[in-house]
């Protein structure tokens, strides 16, 4: 069990104890991009919605009007019928255990007319914002449509900050814009890490491609203490060592950036530690057989697709005694029975490090609820892998810098 034993600095942000929101048309953004069937439509995983539900639940508490924005999938400006909101819709209904109105568009006369009819403590939720190729686009126009409807923007989706689109960013243009509860502890949570987080700091980074954690690898070359590397990541950062790694996932015309950054680590006083063994196999299939080898071993057609039994233990054993750990990115292939044992293991040693610990990144996330990890067993579970990254990389986030409060 993982306890919050530190206190993060005071939030830069307009947040909702800014705002007096009793009466108002409360534009509110979430992230509804929810895993589902795209046959039944069904909604397979609906942590997004609920942790959406502390804000809309003050929202509706303090009298106002809710109206929720969100996007679901990548439609590229298309009306896709099985990205439309309806189950969404139902869904936050069912949570809420109150009605929920859902509309067929997002923008336009008919919208303005129901949300014009709207009374406290109603609830709307608005289609697909990404129905709209102005969304992404962030166009004016697009935007002026959206902000008439409302008398106040809220963000609330973290996972979308870092994009500069009509509703992440657009809107506060217009409107007095606040941060949602949710975006809140994101960044009360992450915060520390760009500051003087507690000791040991281990940054696990996994997952498929280099070019994803380039940016917090470097960012982060002063600040930790070790980075645990494995995956597909770990592949090229082990070609570039020398070894030979057979058939296995690697970014050949990444192999000299990984050269670099591990010189640079070792001039830092840094360690990147790769796995010494690795599960590999011939086959990439749910009954795979697998063999635990020496990386020296690799060769020929083999595939690297898991760390090893050491190195899992060694990773674990790290974990364990650290104060401060921060993981993004699964192991090897852990969607296949054969392969889990190196994103288990971690997941495992996160949950039972008694250290601040946070995890972020839908393949991160989906590993923790596969493997049963208890929510409450880790200090932080981040909604937005991509923004969670460009955050602690030190980048500007559009959606974040609107809602800065003015100095």
Known sequence: ????????????????????????????????????????????????????????????????????????????????????????????????????????????????????????????????????????????????????????????????????HASTAGISKYLPSYAGLLLEKEMKALSPLLGNPERPFLLVVGGAKIDTKIGILKSFLHKVDAFLIGGGLANTFLAAQGFNIGASLCQKDKIDMAREMMLEANKAGEKIILPTDVVVTDVIASNSKTLDMPIEDVEGALKIVDIGKITARRYRHLIEKSKTVVWNGPMGLYEYAPFQNGTREVASAIRDTKGITIAGGGDTLDALKRFNIPENSITHISTGGGAMLEFLEGKTLPGIEVLKKIM
């Open 1 to 164: 069990m993982n306890f919050i034993n530190f206190q993060p600095p005071h939030s830069p942000l307009q947040t909702l104890k800014d705002a007096s929101v009793s009466g108002k048309r409360v534009l509110l953004r979430v992230d509804y991009n929810v895993p589902h069937c795209p046959e039944t439509r069904n909604i397979t995983d609906s942590a997004r919605i609920h942790a959406s539900i502390p804000t809309i639940a003050y929202l509706l508490d303090h009298g106002a009007k809710v109206i929720v924005l969100s996007h679901l999938g990548r439609p590229k400006g298309k009306i896709k019928s099985h990205l439309r909101l309806e189950k969404v819709a139902k869904e936050l209904e069912k949570i809420l255990k109150k009605p929920v109105k859902k509309l067929d568009d997002c923008i336009g006369p008919e919208v303005e007319k129901k949300v014009k009819s709207m009374k406290r403590g109603d609830i709307l939720v608005l289609e697909n914002v990404r129905f709209y190729p102005e969304e992404e686009a962030n166009h004016p126009e697009f935007v002026k449509k959206l902000a008439r409807l409302g008398d106040i923007f809220v963000s609330d989706s973290f996972g979308t900050v870092h994009r500069e």
